[in-house]
Nanobody, 121 residues
């Protein structure tokens, strides 16, 4: 069994910061890309940031310069440092991993349970 467990969400005032963490655990052979998505009420889930196993990153235009994604491959963990938060960043944030389970030969999409981030004005 493989699972992704997120932590670090919460309530913060506009201009504040939060750091999200997502740890993958279980029978894992390797992890390719990892990323963070978010879904606000009434909106579709959208990509926030992604990072490859080699460290290449990709960001949504709305968060460039404010959010930083990083990962610790030894810990199978991805982080999202969120600075200068705005009320429009309010959403449920989901961790995603393209992960190869032990004994398998291709990657599958795994998702965390989501963590709420609320930014008050």
């Amino acid at each position: 069994q493989v699972q992704l467990v997120e932590s670090g969400g919460g309530l913060v005032q506009a201009g504040g910061s939060l750091r999200l963490s997502c740890a993958a655990s279980g029978s894992i052979f390797s992890i390719n890309a990892m990323g963070w998505y978010r879904q606000a009420p009434g909106k579709q889930r959208e990509l926030v940031a992604a990072i490859t196993s080699g460290g290449s990153t990709n960001y949504a235009d709305s968060v460039k310069g404010r959010f930083t994604i990083s990962r610790d491959n030894a810990k199978n963990t991805v982080y999202l440092q969120m600075n200068s938060l705005k009320p429009e960043d309010t959403a449920v944030y989901y961790c995603n991993a393209d992960l190869v389970p032990r004994g398998w030969y291709k990657g599958y999409d795994y998702w965390g349970q989501g963590t709420q981030v609320t930014v008050s004005s």
